[in-house]
C-alpha cells in the first residue's frame, strides 16, 4: 500500500504532533481515558499528581465551546491506574467537523489508552427515566447524519469497516452495575440516539426515536465511541437523563433546567466513574 493510503490522512494529520506535545510535557502512559460531560468536572479534582494542560497549549485540538465544559487534559494517576481525562468536549452542533470532534479521543488512543470512559447528560425517552437517574448506554442509533470514520482510513489507526457489535463493552457495563450495586446507586440501560442538535428535539421526533427503539437521546458521546471503536478501545458510557424528552412531560425544555439536574446528579456520576477506574484499570 502506498504512504497516502497507510499513512495520516487530511482528517487524522495532527495527531502526532499533539502526542509529542503531551509526551513532551510528562511521561505518564494512560491506560483509562475519560471523558467528562457538562459539570462533571469535580471528577478530575481527584486525580493525583496531575498535569493539566488547557486544549489551545496542544497542536491541533478544538477548543471546547459549550456551556459547562472547561477545555482541559488532566494526566495522573486514579486509584493506582493512570488517567488522562478530558474536562470538556468538541460537539459537532458548535460546528467541529467529526474528524476534529475525535481529536481528544483519537490523542489518548494514541498515548496508549484501552479503555474509554464517557459521560455526557441526555434527555428521557423511556418515560420511566425521571431525571438525576444514571444510565449505562447499552447500544446506539447514530441520527447525526455523519461518522468520523468518514472518509480516506488511516490504516495505522484502525479498519475501514470497524465492528460495532459490542461497541458499549458487555464486560464493562457488568462492572458498571456491580459498582454502582455497591454504592447503591439505581443504574439503568438503555439504547442512546445521537442527535446533532443544536435544538432540542420536537415531540414527533422522539415519538420517532421512541419508535426506534432509543431510550435515551442526547448530542455527543456517538463520534467518540466510534473512533474509539475503530482504534480496538474498550468503550462504557455512562448517561445522566437531566429532563424528559421533548413531549414526554407537557413542559418545555429549558437548558438552565439541564445543567441545574446534571449538577445534582453529578455527584452520584462522579461516585459511579471513580469506582468503576479501577475495576476497569485491571480488567
Ligand atoms: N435532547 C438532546 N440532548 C439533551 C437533552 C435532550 O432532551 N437533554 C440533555 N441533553
Given at each position: 500500500?502506498?504512504?497516502a ?28 481515558g475519560v ?58 452542533y ?34 420511566s ?10 447500544d446506539h ?15 495505522t489507526l ?31 440501560e438503555g ?48 448517561s ?15 437548558h ?28
Amino acid at each position: 500500500m502506498n504512504e497516502a493510503v497507510l499513512g495520516a490522512t487530511s482528517s487524522t494529520a495532527g495527531l502526532d504532533e499533539a502526542v509529542a506535545a503531551i509526551r513532551a510535557r510528562t511521561s505518564l502512559e494512560p491506560r483509562v481515558g475519560v471523558v467528562l460531560g457538562s459539570g462533571l468536572g469535580t471528577f478530575a479534582d481527584a486525580v493525583e499528581e496531575p498535569l493539566e494542560l488547557p486544549y489551545g497549549e496542544i497542536p491541533g485540538w478544538p477548543a471546547s465551546t459549550a456551556v459547562g465544559h472547561a477545555g482541559t487534559l488532566v494526566l495522573g494517576g486514579f486509584g493506582g491506574v493512570p488517567v488522562a481525562v478530558m474536562k470538556g468536549r468538541a460537539h459537532l452542533y458548535e460546528g467541529v467537523p467529526a474528524a476534529k470532534v475525535v481529536f481528544g479521543v483519537r490523542v489518548l488512543g494514541r498515548l496508549g489508552i484501552e479503555s474509554l470512559v464517557l459521560t455526557n447528560a441526555c434527555g428521557g425517552i423511556d418515560p420511566s427515566l425521571e431525571p438525576g437517574t444514571l444510565v449505562a448506554i447499552s447500544d446506539h442509533l447514530n441520527l447525526q447524519g455523519t461518522s468520523p470514520l468518514v472518509g480516506p482510513n488511516d490504516e495505522t489507526l484502525g479498519p475501514r469497516f470497524p465492528d460495532l457489535s459490542d461497541a458499549y463493552d458487555p464486560g464493562y457495563r457488568a462492572l458498571a452495575r456491580a459498582a454502582a450495586e455497591r454504592l447503591g446507586i439505581p443504574l439503568s440501560e438503555g439504547v442512546y440516539a445521537a442527535w446533532l442538535g443544536p435544538a432540542f428535539e420536537t415531540p414527533a421526533e422522539i415519538r420517532m426515536l421512541r419508535a426506534l427503539g432509543a431510550d435515551l437521546v442526547g448530542m455527543s458521546t456517538v463520534p467518540e465511541v466510534l473512533a474509539a471503536r475503530h482504534m480496538g478501545i474498550r468503550c462504557l458510557a455512562l448517561s445522566c437523563v437531566t429532563n424528559a424528552a421533548a413531549g414526554i412531560l407537557p413542559e418545555p425544555i429549558d437548558h438552565e433546567r439541564v445543567l441545574e439536574v446534571g449538577a445534582r446528579a453529578s455527584g452520584d456520576l462522579v461516585a459511579l466513574v471513580r469506582e468503576v477506574i479501577p475495576a476497569l484499570g485491571s480488567s
